[in-house]
């Protein structure tokens, strides 16, 4: 991969495209037509709403002199990190909270972004200083104090701080 590339990894490469269109004074519709490809395909892959795929990379690739695969690694590397963040963030350690926590529901069934309110008014009521700890630590202290803030629950709650 070129050089001037390797700082963009993670970054969807219809956005590095965008850009490098754009110091080249090159404009998106004419390009797309040049290339064969419908326009608003092409539009939503600058605007990283769509993948770019191995066959419109290689195109656009030899039309702009990129080196060969760029495009492409640069899609692999996006691909890995949303992987990544999803990984990170889907899910507490499952194995530092008490299922007993959550024993009228099925704890794998939890939408832990959206119902994080309940799930952190839960813990505080319930839970030992260990689950206290790792709902902190997922959330991040701001998140929980403001989500204890909010309920209506009995105030005040203990905020334990990560080591």
């Known amino acids: 991969m070129i050089k001037q590339f390797e700082k963009y990894k993670g970054i969807h490469p219809g956005i590095v495209l965008e850009r490098e269109l754009k110091k080249r004074a090159i404009k998106q519709r004419p390009f797309a037509l040049s290339l064969d490809e419908h326009p608003q395909t092409f539009n939503a892959i600058t605007k990283g709403k769509r993948g770019l795929s191995t066959a419109l990379a290689l195109k656009i690739e030899r039309e ?54 309940a799930v952190i008014q839960r813990v505080f009521e319930r839970g030992n200083e260990d689950d206290k700890k790792e709902i902190t630590r997922f959330y991040g202290i701001e998140k929980v104090r403001k989500a204890l803030e909010e309920s209506k629950a009995r105030t005040p709650y203990t905020i334990y701080k990560p080591n």
């Open 64 to 117: 702009l002199g990129l080196e060969e695969g760029t495009l492409v690694v640069l899609q692999a590397y996006y691909d890995i990190q949303k992987v990544k963040e999803k990984e990170i963030q889907s899910t507490p350690n499952l194995s530092v909270l008490r299922t007993s926590l959550f024993w009228d529901t099925d704890i794998n069934k939890i939408d832990w972004q959206k119902q994080y309110r």
